[in-house]
Structures are given as C-alpha cells and as structure tokens.
C-alpha cells in the first residue's frame, strides 16, 4: 500500500501536474482566457467544506482519522516547506 501511494504521488509530480500546465498553455493561445475563481466564491467553497468535513469527522472514525493524519502530516511538510523556499526577487530587500 505505502509502495503504490508512494507511486501515485511520485506520477503526480511527474506527469499529471505538468500535462495540466501544458493544457492551460494550450487552451491560452487557443483564446481560452484562464482565470481563478473570485475569492468570495472560494471562500464559500471552503466554508462549505468545513461543514461537510465536520459532519464526516463527526458520523465517521476512519475519516476522522484519516484526515487528521493528513493535516499532521501537511504540517510537518509546511514548516520544511517555509524554511527551505527561497524569497521571491520581489521579496529580497535591497534590490
């Protein structure tokens, strides 16, 4: 099991992440204009999901379980992340 999860994120990186990029960068130059969501819809988006998460923590031990080990172990990956990313240019005093 740990084999194949590790897989599934190792083809991730790899392939799927990339292939998105390169379908935006298609569908761009094709016209298309790529645009995020407004943050008051993604605000929304995520309230919604703190409810729906809730109920399921709430009915439910093995989702409960589950995804407090994922944000224990988003965590963990967060401080590694804010302590080896390099500032933007824009972000470094002096130029």
């Known amino acids: 099991m740990s084999t194949a999860c590790q897989a599934n994120i190792q083809k991730e990186a790899d392939e799927v992440i990339p292939a998105q990029v390169e379908t935006l960068r298609e569908l761009e130059e094709s016209g298309v204009k790529i645009r995020r969501f407004p943050d008051e819809v993604l605000n929304a988006l995520h309230d919604s999901w703190d409810e729906v998460r809730s109920e399921l923590m709430a009915k439910s031990p093995e989702f409960d379980e589950a995804y407090t080990s994922l944000m224990e172990h988003a965590e963990k990956m967060?401080?590694?992340?804010?302590?080896?990313?390099?500032?933007?240019?824009?972000?470094?005093?002096?130029?």
């Open 78 to 95: 967060q401080q590694w992340h804010d302590l080896q990313t390099l500032p933007s240019k824009t972000d470094v005093q002096g130029d």
